[in-house]
């Protein structure tokens, strides 16, 4: 789910300020789709580093 909200706001940040050049707060956007991307990816790498123990 964090993915597609970070992409959104990458996405919409991307249309303010290339498109329809808009300053602004538009950089709020930027920074919090980034920092979203990042907390999910390390989130995938946590969750996949750690070994499930076996049972034999």
């Known amino acids: 789910m ?3 909200l ?5 996405a919409f ?3 303010l300020k290339v ?3 808009k300053g602004g707060f538009s ?3 930027l920074l919090t789709g ?3 991307l990042i907390i999910q990816f390390a989130a995938y ?3 996949n580093n750690q070994k499930i123990p076996s049972r034999r």
Do not use: E, P, T
């Open 2 to 4: 964090l993915w597609i």
């Open 27 to 29: 950089h709020i956007l």
């Open 19 to 21: 498109i329809l050049h």
């Open 34 to 36: 980034i920092s979203l």
């Open 13 to 15: 940040w991307f249309v």
């Open 45 to 47: 790498r946590r969750a």
């Open 6 to 10: 970070g992409v959104a706001l990458i």
